[in-house]
């Protein structure tokens, strides 16, 4: 792979929650150590333990059940360079009926799988990308039960991808030997044996080419046998894998440029080295912080593993980047502290201008939490100010369940915004954003463009009158603001399940001006087991939701 010729370090130390396997050891082994974390993590939802499971290049026979806060990742150049014989799997036999809708926080990337019995399973909902992976055989999304997901990404599936009960699934920049099954909202971007776009019948967006992107940085050992991260290159109307011929276009980053934080470390100290000129690499754990992560040079890559969680106290941001070019934020999750923050990460100051379009901040596999693990707080969890960020894969949750009763609750786990747009030239792929108080999707800037959203409104809406926006029933999933002249979305769903009142309408799941350069394709609302309805699809178009969780579609807007 491309790189630099700097002297390369020694082994570093990746803490205690970085789990190493080597060909030369025994299968059973390796076997007993995975199969004690994933009893440890297969029903721990909102835990604090966390691992990444890394295998060094070589062939291994092992079955990798993979639960909660575990990242499985291969250690080769390309997926190839690691074989698994035998499985990486996601199952769903923790939650009768195999219910798939609560199995978050994991991933799998960089490894080749050929699955024992030629098919795999990945029954998933939010936040657990697989990425950057080689299947010989079938996938399947789900196990039976229901399933709410999920992404896929520089990806070859030689045999089929079955969808299952999946809601929704993106795939981006992938290859599929061929896909099959579809519910509300299924979307396709830059995948080589996509289907055609049929919304809604079979409901498929299909755009056949991705238009600006990078792939999430990963680590990965050198031909010397030494640690490296890999920053993939910006591209530009894509399809099909990065690694297809060889090498993934890019550059090699020597571990010795990065602080590796570990559980323990504080703010203060990954601070001191980002402002040495550091990047950062942060291993699995929780970190709690008493004052924001300042990243303020231009190309900072800043990696997390393992699901590594940043919680900011007292009411900090937990994340502020400057208006900077090619900023890289991957692998964290941003979870809110009981004292409300105002923002969870914000990225470019308020009133950022500077064009960065050859060579934009990207953020990959962050996600964001307001409740759930404790009693959390944030008024917004994501604010974007600079112009030309790239979001590849976000889950953004005000928690609708939690570990206890006390962390959530229409006046507890409180938070009005998911994310707040304000730059220009801004792209998402795969946004998920779920259950906020006010408009969850706010998006000022110009020029912005979304491939997949996925939205439920507020389950725990105490009643009509508060929840209203003026004299309008209730606040929109995804609102583009009036004044802007570019704008445009493709596959977009939302969601109603007003549990605490089921006679609670939202009268629009998207807004936007009505003007020529702002277009929506393929929108969908579903009243969930008709508890309360949404009024029209966008503005005032599209019929109510009807009874029988039963779709209401609406191919364009204008």
Known sequence: ????????????????????FDPSMSSEIIQCRLDGIFSQQERNQFGSERYAVMFKPGTYANDVNVGFYTQVLGLGSTPGEVTINGAVHVEAEWLPPNNATQNFWRGAENLSVNPAGGADRWAVSQASPYRRMHLHGDLLLDDGGWSSGGWISDTKIDGQVRSGSQQ??????????????????????????????????????????????????????DDAGDYEVFVPALRTETSGVTWANGATPGTSLPVDQFHIAKPGATALEMNAALAAGKNLLVTPGVYHLDQPLHVTRPNTVVLGLGIATFVPD????????????????????????????????????????????????????????VGGAAAGKATTSLVINSNNVICDHMWIWRADHAADVRYVGWDINTADTGMVVNGDDVITYGLFVEHFQKTEVDWNGEGGRTYFFQNEMPYDVPDQAGWRNGSTNGHPAYRVAPDVTRHEAWGL??????????????????????????????????????????????????????????????????
């Open 493 to 558: 769903g939302s969601y109603c399940f007003f549990s605490a009142d089921p006679s609670v309408a939202g009268e629009h799941a998207f807004e936007a001006p009505e003007t020529p350069g702002v277009r929506f394709h393929n929108m969908v609302t579903v009243s969930l087991n008709h508890q309360g309805t949404i009024t029209h699809v966008i503005n005032d178009l599209g019929e109510e939701t009807p009874d029988g969780s039963k779709p209401v579609n609406v191919a364009s807007y204008p």
């Open 314 to 369: 007292d009411g900090i941001t937990a994340m502020n980047v400057d208006d900077v070019d090619g900023v890289k934020v991957a692998g964290l999750l941003f979870d809110a502290g009981t004292t409300n923050s105002d923002t969870l990460m914000q990225v470019g100051q308020p009133g950022s201008r500077a064009d960065h379009a050859a060579d934009p901040t990207s953020l990959h596999d962050v996600f964001f939490r």
């Open 168 to 221: 929704q699934w993106i795939s981006r920049d992938s290859q599929f030997g061929s896909w099959h099954g579809a519910n509300w909202n299924m979307v396709f971007v830059g995948v080589e044996g996509a289907p055609a776009g049929t919304f809604p019948t079979p409901p498929y967006t299909t755009v056949d080419r991705t238009p600006v992107v990078r792939e999430k940085p990963f680590l990965y050992l």
């Open 1 to 20: 792979m491309g790189g630099t010729t700097s002297p390369k370090a020694a082994q570093p130390d990746l803490g205690p929650n970085v789990v190493i």
